[in-house]
T-cell receptor, first 114, second 113 residues
Framework: AQSVTQPDIHITVSEGASLELRCNYSYGATPYLFWYVQSPGQGLQLLLKYFSGDTLVQGIKGFEAEFKRSQSSFNLRKPSVHWSDAAEYFCAVRGGGSNYKLTFGKGTLLTVNP | SAVISQKPSRDICQRGTSLTIQCQVDSQVTMMFWYRQQPGQSLTLIATANQGSEATYESGFVIDKFPISRPNLTFSTLTVSNMSPEDSSIYLC??????????FGSGTQLSVL
């Protein structure tokens, strides 16, 4: 069965600092990996996804993530955080082909200090 | 892309009652899913809504508690039956479009008193 672990429940960074949110997955084959962001009272917005190819994936809002098969990781990064990035971030995995069921991690809440 | 309208956006209900949540998409989609996000928790898949047939439920979820309808390729409903405070959650509709892109609705925030 597929699973996702986000080790950090809550992270606080200062505005302008760099950010890395960790995600580890478990899946028997090559996974499809996603990062979503959820702001208070908002739905889920897709930041980026990895299906295949280049292991460094660029997303929206200046985010990027790197797929590392050897470490079963898909960490999300941003070089300089903005106050508007404060939100909950979810890593998710699904199988390939027509299996569109997503398994989500428990999320990481990001607080940005001015 | 797909524009998803999910209604209601929020509701406060009394225990023992039922609430039906609607998910309307502006285009035909191949798949529709319902997720639950309990307070402070991640999203958990409830079921896959199958067009013209019974939904496929994930472990821990049953049709009597969460009946789902999908009469056509653009619409689905999820009913939360005989509610208790433990059902207080955000319920989200998710769709897969014909070009295999996945989108989420904005969710229904349910509070059960």
């Amino acid at each position: 069965a597929q699973s996702v672990t986000q080790p950090d429940i809550h992270i606080t960074v200062s505005e302008g600092a760099s950010l890395e949110l960790r995600c580890n997955y478990s899946y028997g084959a090559t996974p499809y990996l996603f990062w979503y962001v959820q702001s208070p009272g908002q739905g889920l917005q897709l930041l980026l996804k990895y299906f295949s190819g280049d292991t460094l994936v660029q997303g929206i809002k200046g985010f990027e993530a790197e797929f590392k098969r050897s470490q079963s990781s898909f960490n999300l990064r941003k070089p300089s955080v903005h106050w508007s990035d404060a939100a909950e971030y979810f890593c998710a995995v699904r199988g390939g082909g027509s299996n569109y069921k997503l398994t989500f991690g428990k999320g990481t809440l990001l607080t940005v200090n001015p | 892309s797909a524009v998803i309208s999910q209604k209601p956006s929020r509701d406060i209900c009394q225990r023992g009652t039922s609430l039906t949540i609607q998910c309307q998409v502006d285009s035909q989609v191949t798949m529709m899913f319902w997720y639950r996000q309990q307070p402070g928790q991640s999203l958990t898949l409830i079921a896959t809504a199958n067009q013209g047939s019974e939904a496929t439920y994930e472990s821990g979820f049953v049709i009597d508690k969460f009946p789902i309808s999908r009469p056509n390729l653009t619409f689905s409903t999820l009913t939360v039956s005989n509610m208790s405070p433990e059902d207080s959650s955000i319920y989200l509709c998710s769709v897969v479009t014909e070009n295999e892109k996945l989108f989420f609705g904005s969710g229904t925030q349910l509070s059960v008193l």
